[in-house]
């Protein structure tokens, strides 16, 4: 089982993760013409599911070297190599951004940006959550994973009481925006298993309010503007990114987590 300290190690990476995603979102935002919605729109449309991808696949390497460092930590026997898990499709990513950006059709454009955030730390640290979760199904000697809140809402210290253990193959690991709890994985038998209730409310995947409309903007034809510095800025940032997740992709575990910046945890 997961230490205190090896949670907390745990978490000091990804509040780290979490902080780069917001600090480029807010930069790539800077550069946001807000008297054109639309073109606003479509340049945050294409950043977006970069960004995420980004950090993302941050998020689940280093989840998938720390799952191995614990397990060899707890004395478990036997090899396992955990796998990092995919991060959330482009389109899921961009439906969110659809019903963010309606608020820049409004007399009160920030709301996209707030919106934005817990979203894009939510899909960055699900990459993570999805990589432990989906180790413990996969490892053999695994009895399931238990969530560890960090000052949760009611919802989430619900999922977590008792110490509750997760081992039914369905069971996924239920966010929200601003959600920082993790998963973390079991391999004894010694804590309690998940009631009834606790599956139940976690098989509920908690859908991002994208899954209800898609907000004003979503039917809006594009609109040429005429090129600004900040429109070259932001096709320079979406360029940065695009290369630097191409590096990323093309290296080793341990060689990927350090070269996005984050200390591999454990080192």
């Not at 320079?236 to 990927?256: C, D, F, I, K, M």
Request: hydrophobic residues 40%; glycine residues 6%; contains cysteine.
């Amino acid at each position: 089982m997961a230490s205190r300290d090896d949670v907390a190690r745990l978490k000091a990476a990804n509040d780290d993760l979490v902080a780069l995603t917001v600090r480029d979102l807010e930069k790539f935002w800077s550069y946001v013409d807000l008297s054109q919605p639309v073109v606003a729109r479509n340049a945050l449309l294409q950043y977006v599911p970069l960004l995420v991808q980004r950090y993302g696949e941050m998020a689940a390497t280093v989840s998938a070297d720390w799952y191995e460092e614990v397990r060899a930590k707890s004395g478990v026997t036997g090899r396992f190599a955990a796998v990092p898990a995919k991060t959330i499709a482009a389109e899921a990513i961009e439906s969110e951004v659809r019903y963010a950006a309606g608020a820049l059709f409004t007399d009160a454009p920030a709301g996209t940006l707030e919106t934005l955030k817990g979203a894009t730390a939510r899909y960055v640290l699900n990459a993570g959550r999805d990589t432990i979760v989906g180790s413990t199904k996969s490892d053999p000697k695994a009895a399931g994973w238990y969530r560890v809140t960090s000052g949760g809402c009611d919802f989430c210290d619900m999922l977590a009481s008792r110490g509750a253990v997760y081992s039914q193959r369905s069971v996924d690991f239920a966010a929200h925006d601003h959600c920082r709890c993790s998963a973390a994985p079991s391999w004894s038998g010694g804590r309690p298993k998940a009631d009834a209730q606790q599956v139940e409310a976690s098989q509920r995947a908690v859908e991002p309010a994208s899954a209800a409309k898609a907000g004003p903007s979503s039917d809006a034809s594009p609109n040429p503007s005429t090129p600004t510095q900040s429109a070259a800025e932001m096709r320079a940032e979406t360029a940065r990114l695009r290369n630097e997740r191409e590096v990323l992709r093309s290296a080793t575990l341990y060689g990927r987590a350090r070269a996005s910046g984050i200390p591999v945890v454990g080192e």
